[in-house]
């Protein structure tokens, strides 16, 4: 039988092996999820409140542990995976809260004696997640989706199977039955199976480009309803009345979070010309300053990548971009010894042209790229096929709020980190994916919004 490995990226260390389950084991777990939904989906919404949040207070209550779990796992500092586990909990208990108005019936102004929308469960849904927020990016999904009625079936990234059997375990532990979310180690070649089984109402993915279109491919086939958040190259707009201390403390921030792998991490940094030299000179110290080192040391503000493959392909990436023109300011260089680290890096002098504009980065290499003026900015802040998120810096806030609405993206952010928020709609456009997670929106993305008529 095929069994995965997951390997501590900080040191190399294997942690952990995990058999993938068979055919049979598979079948049964499907036909489980099938079953606990026509149990869960009949449970008051207000049961189904109390569990997420006895889910709440098992995350805060072994926050600690959790953020050892993933620190192990893949590699992000220790004090950034213990807010992880509580922005966990922050979601379960915001939908905990407001799903019954998310959820509660919407009538229609007709001739009827009542007409309106009713919100009902799909069934199971498969949610493939990755690795670099491994509790994160599977609870965004199963606090609405259990809220909803629905149930989860998480297939996990490989390098963190053990944060998938956790997120399991914590169901479990808060009172749901084990069909309400559980976790199946398959390989990948099993997904596109998974999706068409009849017992699987919808599908939702957090990933790669490349899996996206194949997953909404089997999808479409399957005639099922999917949410894919993709990949993105975000744009960091910094304007020339920008507080410039403030935006490099942002940028610096937002380029290294989660050791730089993060789909919404500012990577194109769009500079107006009068500021640019200012800005560059500020942000490659502050990128020098940081500390690289072991993630669970309270001093260190920049781990391993999460996988050597990673790495390899980042360093590749920045080879290239080297080739084509792009000025290496500070790092650009896999350092000795163990572990999967790489260096805070910055290259400038990038145009359009170049692969670090074109393509995504994901780890902690930012491209800066000169502007014009305002415009030029807006221009290059939209010459990409993502569109996930960004941001913009400005002494001005009607400014800032002009610039934003004409930069095409699922998210603007004005003199802040880009950053996703319950009470907010996650998602993006273009070869960012389709769908949007969180808040009203994405509750109400995996459930029937079923037109009622009625008369005497």
Known sequence: MHAFTTTDPASGETLGSYPALSDAALDAALQTAHDAWTRHRQRPLAERADGLRRVADLLEQNADEHAALMTREMGKPLAQAKAEAEKCAWVCRYYAEHSAAFLADEPAETEAEWSGVAFEPLGPVLAIMPWNFPYWQAMRFAAPAVMAGNVGLLKHAENVLGCGDA??????????????????????????GIIHD????????????RAGRAVGKAAGEALKPCVLELGGSDAFVVL?????????????ASRTQNN???????????LHRDIANAFTERFVA???ALTVGDPTQEATDLGPLAREDLRDGLQDQVSRARAEGAEVLTGGEIPSGEGWYYPPTVLAGVTERMLPFREELFGPVASLTVAEDEADAIRLANATRFGLGGAVFTGDRARGERVARQMASGAVFVNQMTKSHPALPFGGIGASGVGRELARQGIRSFVNQKTIWIEG
């Open 167 to 192: 997120l399991a375990q914590l169901f479990h532990d808060a009172g749901f039955e084990r069909g309400v979310f559980q976790h199946i180690i398959v390989p990948v070649e099993k997904v596109d």
């Open 198 to 209: 009849r017992r699987v109402a919808a599908v939702t993915l957090t990933g790669s480009e």
């Open 240 to 252: 020339d009345d920008a507080d410039l201390d403030r935006a490099v403390e942002i940028g610096v």
């Open 260 to 270: 730089g792998q993060s789909c919404i991490a500012a990577k194109r940094f769009i």
């Open 286 to 288: 502050a990128m020098e």
